[in-house]
């Protein structure tokens, strides 16, 4: 089942993805509008807004992109370009939201845009004392300030009535990252806090009858992994048999990865579930939440790349 079940449930629904110009973030709104929720989509890249707080990436993807494709799939996609380091431009778009929809219910926290600066894998494993500090640093203001500056100036409008959803994206649980080194100290503390994050969220939440949950998707094939590997979403196997000329096969574990949609989807089943505050403070995977709702990826699968799985359930 792709969550049909679930059609039109989000239609009242106002949510912000923060962070939703590519990847995780874009699959998220995508999978809150096909059940027709009103999807605010921020980040950094614009088509027509400042060049100057573009994204690191310097890649074609832009926040009007994700809106119209939320408009496409049956939603009403907004895109409102905002750098989340930034208090006062945050705190705007607060106002802007308080002032057009009043509201609130799903904030989703999947700000990131330090993929280039956690280094190539030979770079992988440098100590601290190595590593350069001043992108060390840059990775937890991407990744940790953001979030919390987010929360910050939109919780005010999740809380002022029950039922609130905050979604916190992040990169392995809590469980395994509490067991697995990350990559470096940065990246790791990164990782780490996020989860946290909904934990202590959840905590400050509960009184208003509001929800916090940690999500983390699987080997996810965004535009950079497609990229990397000379495919598309349409023919993303291709990359496991090294038949694209002039790049990389990719590892056989590749054959376990998930579709951004897979963790759009879930995250769309518990904005629209009634008792989702089952997941307050917890920390999931989207394979996780597919078992729970019995929701699969775009190609009738559903992957799971922490436990090595594949389940053919079409």
Not at 192 to 219: D, I, K
Request: glycine residues 10%; aromatic residues 6%; charged residues 25%.
């Amino acid at each position: 089942m792709a969550g049909s079940s679930l059609h039109g449930r989000l239609r009242d629904c106002v949510a912000v993805v923060a962070g939703a110009t590519r990847g995780a973030g874009r699959g998220i709104a995508a999978g809150l509008a096909e059940h027709g929720a009103t999807v605010v989509c921020t980040g950094r890249s614009s088509r027509d807004g400042d060049p100057a707080i573009r994204s690191d990436y310097h890649r074609p993807e832009c926040i009007e992109d994700t809106a119209e494709l939320v408009t496409d799939l049956g939603g009403r996609g907004i895109a409102h370009q905002v750098d989340h380091c930034d208090p006062d431009r945050v705190q705007e778009l607060a106002e802007q939201i308080r002032g057009d929809h009043g509201h609130i219910d799903v904030l989703v926290n999947d700000i990131w845009g330090a993929e280039e600066l956690k280094g190539p894998p030979s770079t992988w494993n440098t100590p601290i004392w190595e590593h350069d500090l001043d992108s060390g640093l840059r990775i937890l203001r991407l990744a940790i300030d953001t979030h919390l500056i987010t929360s910050h100036h939109l919780l005010p409008l999740l809380v002022d009535r029950p039922g609130g959803l905050v979604v916190e994206v992040t990169d392995g649980t809590t469980e395994f990252n509490a067991d697995h080194y990350r990559i470096s100290v940065f990246y790791d503390l990164a990782k780490v806090a996020v989860n946290r994050l909904a934990f202590s969220q959840g905590h400050e939440l509960a009184p208003f009858g509001a929800t916090a949950v940690a999500v983390t998707p699987g080997w996810l094939r965004s535009e950079m992994m497609l990229e990397n590997f000379g495919v598309e979403e349409s023919n993303w196997r291709a990359a496991l048999d090294g038949s694209v000329d002039g790049f990389p096969s990719a590892p056989a574990g590749f054959g376990l990865s998930e579709s951004p949609r897979f963790v759009g989807r879930g995250v769309a089943a518990i904005a629209a579930d009634p008792a989702r505050h089952r997941w307050n403070q917890q920390s999931v995977t989207s394979a996780d939440l597919a078992r729970h709702y019995a929701l699969t990826d775009l190609d009738g699968t559903r992957p799971d790349s922490w436990n090595g799985e594949r389940a053919e359930t079409c």
